[in-house]
């Protein structure tokens, strides 16, 4: 009779081991998930940061390159005012040999 009481207690001991480390287990995995969350959350974070950043730099870039645009019309503008024949004249041998170009 010992012994069963012994294994009876030694199983109920077992039994709350197995209960334990379930519960044990079950708090890991959650714990687990959260900390994934939470560095998801974080490289998200610092994705959108870096394309707000992309963007601002894209957007300074775009208003550079249309000032320096709007720079090189007012100075192809000015060299037409200053030499007009010369500007009429190359315009006509540029659509010249443009037309030749084409014709064939």
Known sequence: MATTQNVDADLAALKGD????????????KTFKDEQKAAGREALG????????AKAELGRLAG????????????LETHIEERPFTSVLAAFGIGLILGKLLDR
Not at 18 to 29: C, I, N
Not at 64 to 75: F, N
């Open 46 to 53: 610092r994705l959108q940061d870096g394309a707000h950043q």
């Open 18 to 29: 197995l209960a334990d480390l379930r519960k044990d287990l079950q708090s890991l995995v």
């Open 64 to 75: 550079e390159a249309g000032a320096r645009g709007r720079e090189s019309i007012h100075a």
